[in-house]
C-alpha cells in the first residue's frame, strides 16, 4: 500500500496534541466503507529490546470466515515515550511500515487501543484511520476515560461509555462471562456498525481475530 502522512513524527507532548488537535477535525463518524466488506485487518505493536525496538504487526484475513490471507511484520526503533492518550505516536510509525509491505488493501482494520474514546477524541486508530483514509475501529482491552453502567454476562451486551455527556463508545461483552472490551469509532465507520464488525470478528475468543493473529506475529520468533 502507498501510504500518505501528513505531518512528521513529534519528539514532544506538546507537538503530538497540536497534531491530535488538527486532524481530530478530519475523522468521520458515519458510514464510509466500500462493501461488501471482503478483507479486515488487525494491527498491534510489540516491543524489543527493553522498548527501543518497536515490532509492528499486520494481519489480513478474509471476510466473514476470517482466515488469514496476508501478513507482515516491520521493525523500526522506538521514538515517542510510552504515556497514555499517545499511544499513536509510540506505535503507528512501525505500523505504517509494516502496512506498506501488505499486497491486500483491508476494507476495515480493528486496532488495538481506542478510537475517539481518548480525551481528545483521536485515538489510535482515528489517526491510522485519518492517514490510511481507511475505516478503522478501535477495540481496547482496558478504559481509558468515561463512564459506563454495569454489564450484563452474556456475550453481545453492551453499554454506552459516556465522557462529559458525550458518547464515546460501547463496552461490549464479546463473550460470556469473559471481560468486555472497549468500542470506539476510528474513522469512516458509525458506532452500530463498528459493534456489528466487532461481534462478527470475535466467534471464538475475547479479542477479534483481526488483532489477536497480529498480536501473535509481535511475539513470534523471527
Not at 58 to 66: E, H, K, M, R, T
Not at 193 to 208: M, S
Request: proline share 7%.
Amino acid at each position: 500500500m502507498n501510504i500518505y502522512q501528513p505531518h512528521s513524527w513529534p519528539v514532544t507532548v506538546n507537538e503530538a496534541i497540536a497534531i491530535q488537535e488538527k486532524l481530530q477535525t478530519e475523522v468521520i463518524t458515519v458510514d464510509r466503507l466500500i462493501e461488501p466488506v471482503q478483507y479486515v485487518a488487525g494491527v498491534d505493536v510489540g516491543f524489543e529490546a527493553e522498548g527501543t525496538i518497536s515490532r509492528a504487526a499486520v494481519a489480513i484475513l478474509s471476510f466473514p470466515d476470517l482466515q488469514i490471507q496476508e501478513t507482515s511484520i516491520a521493525r523500526r526503533p522506538t521514538t515517542f515515550p510510552y504515556i497514555p492518550g499517545f499511544l499513536s505516536f509510540r506505535e503507528i510509525p512501525a505500523v505504517l511500515d509494516a502496512i506498506e509491505k501488505v499486497k491486500i488493501t483491508p476494507d476495515i482494520i480493528l486496532c488495538d487501543g481506542q478510537g475517539i474514546a481518548h480525551p481528545r477524541r483521536f485515538g489510535i486508530a482515528c489517526h491510522l484511520g485519518v492517514i490510511l483514509d481507511l475505516p478503522t475501529i478501535g477495540v481496547a482491552k482496558s478504559l481509558l476515560i468515561g463512564k459506563h453502567e454495569d454489564l450484563a454476562s452474556t456475550r453481545a451486551s453492551k453499554q454506552l461509555l459516556i465522557h462529559k455527556d458525550e458518547t464515546i463508545g460501547v463496552v461490549l461483552r464479546t463473550r460470556t462471562e469473559v471481560k468486555p472490551v472497549y468500542v470506539s469509532i476510528g474513522h469512516r465507520i458509525s458506532l452500530p456498525t463498528a459493534i456489528d464488525y466487532v461481534l462478527r470478528c470475535t466467534p471464538k475468543y475475547r479479542l477479534p481475530e483481526t488483532t489477536r493473529i497480529a498480536d501473535k506475529l509481535t511475539r513470534v520468533p523471527l
